[in-house]
C-alpha cells in the first residue's frame, strides 16, 4: 500500500516550497559557520525560492530588459509558462553589498487570491517609515552596526536606532548575524528592491 496517498497540485506545490525554504535556511547558516571570523560573514549567494506553478515553469535566463528585442520578454515568457489565469512572479540577479543573489519568487493568481493578506500586515508596516528604509538602503550595502547607523543617518540617539531596528526585526526584513551587528536578511534584498521597483512612479 501507498504510504503517500496522492495530493493535489496545490499541496504538492506547499510541500515543496516548504522544503526549498528550510533549505536556503540551512545553506546560509552552513555558509556563515565557514567563516565565523569574516568581518562580511559568508552568506547563501542563490537563494532559490519556489517557482510559480511548478518546477518546470521557472522563467529562462533572458538578457536584460534594456538589450532585449521584445521589452515584454518577461511577461510573455510568464504567459507561456503559466496560462490564465496566470500567476505573479518576480525575480531578481543582482550584485549588492551582500554579494551576488540569484532570487526567483511566484505564486499562481488562485492562491493570491484566497489567502489571507492581513497575514502580511507587521511585514508591510515595517516599511512604512522614511528612517526605516533608509536604514534598509545602508544595510543593503553590508553589516552595520548601530552606531555606524547613528552616525550615517545623524540620528539623535541608538535608542531611535533601535526602535526602528526593533520593528524591522518584527518584519522580518534585518537580522543580527553577530552581537552588535546588523543586516539585512539575504532572501528580503530582492522582495525589498522588487517593492521600490513597484512603487515607481512609470
Request: hydrophobic share 40%; proline share 9%; charged share 20%.
Amino acid at each position: 500500500m501507498d504510504p503517500h496517498p496522492a495530493r493535489s497540485p496545490q499541496d504538492l506545490l506547499a510541500r515543496l516550497e516548504a522544503l526549498e525554504t528550510r533549505v536556503a535556511a540551512l545553506e546560509s547558516d552552513s555558509a556563515a559557520e565557514e567563516h565565523p571570523g569574516s568581518d562580511h560573514p559568508a552568506r547563501s549567494t542563490r537563494p532559490r525560492p519556489a517557482a510559480p506553478a511548478s518546477a518546470d515553469a521557472a522563467l529562462p535566463e533572458q538578457s536584460p530588459p534594456e538589450h532585449a528585442e521584445d521589452p515584454f520578454w518577461a511577461l510573455n515568457s510568464l504567459k507561456e509558462h503559466c496560462p490564465a489565469p496566470g500567476a505573479v512572479v518576480f525575480a531578481g540577479a543582482v550584485e549588492v553589498g551582500a554579494g551576488h543573489l540569484d532570487y526567483q519568487w511566484g505564486r499562481p493568481t488562485e492562491h493570491l487570491l484566497a489567502t489571507d493578506w492581513a497575514e502580511h500586515a507587521e511585514t508591510v508596516a515595517a516599511l512604512g517609515h522614511p528612517l526605516r528604509l533608509a536604514m534598509l538602503r545602508r544595510l543593503l550595502d553590508g553589516e552595520h552596526t548601530v552606531a555606524q547607523l547613528v552616525d550615517e543617518l545623524e540620528l539623535a540617539s541608538t535608542g531611535v536606532a533601535y526602535h526602528h531596528l526593533s520593528a524591522l526585526q518584527g518584519g522580518g526584513w534585518v537580522t543580527t548575524p553577530r552581537r552588535g551587528s546588523w543586516a539585512l536578511a539575504t532572501p528580503r534584498v530582492v522582495p525589498l528592491l522588487a517593492i521600490i521597483t513597484a512603487l515607481e512612479k512609470g
